[in-house]
T-cell receptor, first 112, second 114 residues
Framework: DQQVKQNSPSLSVQEGRISILNCDYT??????FLWYKKYPAEGPTFLIS?????DKNEDGRFTVFLNKSAKHLSLHIVPSQPGDSAVYFC???????????FGKGTRLHILP | GAGVSQSPSNKVTEKGKDVELRCDPI?????LYWYRQSLGQGLEFLIY????????KSGLPSDRFSAERTGGSVSTLTIQRTQQEDSAVYLC????????????FGQGTRLTVV
């Protein structure tokens, strides 16, 4: 049973435009959400997070939106840059045990 | 060290052999996670250690897989009688206790079973 779902395996976006990566979760006990970025042959690196008490968190070009009623979050990257091409993992955590559950990832291609 | 260290970085083993993968977490991080990423797949949770609590082993795919964490620091993931489907990148991460927090990952160990 997949608790964190990223239904788009890949996404292509023109350089300079907005990239929107989506994520859905099923466990209503999740109260902390994270996005990680992974380049080939490297471990994932933390990008941005949001607590369930917020509905938006912004850090430079990256903004994460959380819709608790829909159990949905999204990562917006604007403007998209070539270095943003990577696999993006959505993750969720339950503060009762801190275990982090990841989605399958979305491969983002930024087109020149 | 400054980050999570995993060894070896690459391991090729024959089917049926046992392998041990090592993870050195960031000093002071009480939580340690093992994940694996098979070709074209996402990050599959394997096992989670948090302080002195009993580990959450709910993600281990079979009884051929085991992990231990000695002294609350270094962890070893052992795969017995390896099979070809065990071929994957095995990733270790560590984090501070409590929320909000994020996990820091090592570079991973690429395991190939031939």
């Amino acid at each position: 049973d997949q608790q964190v779902k990223q239904n788009s395996p890949s996404l292509s976006v023109q350089e300079g435009r907005i990239s929107i990566l989506n994520c859905d979760y099923t466990n209503s006990m999740f109260d902390y959400f994270l996005w990680y970025k992974k380049y080939p042959a490297e471990g994932p690196t933390f990008l941005i997070s949001i607590s369930s008490i917020k509905d938006k968190n912004e850090d430079g070009r990256f903004t994460v939106f959380l819709n608790k009623s829909a159990k949905h979050l999204s990562l917006h990257i604007v403007p998209s840059q070539p270095g943003d091409s990577a696999v993006y993992f959505c993750a969720a955590s339950d503060s009762r045990d801190d275990k982090i559950i990841f989605g399958k990832g979305t491969r983002l291609h930024i087109l020149p | 060290g400054a980050g999570v260290s995993q060894s070896p970085s690459n391991k090729v083993t024959e089917k049926g052999k046992d392998v041990e993968l090592r993870c050195d977490p960031i000093s002071g991080h009480t939580a340690l996670y093992w994940y694996r990423q098979s070709l074209g797949q996402g990050l599959e949770f394997l096992i989670y250690f948090q302080g002195n609590s009993a580990p959450d082993k709910s993600g281990l795919p079979s009884d051929r897989f085991s992990a231990e964490r000695t002294g609350g620091s270094v962890s070893t993931l052992t795969i017995q009688r390896t099979q070809q489907e065990d071929s994957a990148v095995y990733l270790c991460a560590s984090s501070r206790a409590g929320v909000p927090t994020e996990a820091f990952f090592g570079q991973g160990t690429r395991l190939t079973v031939v």
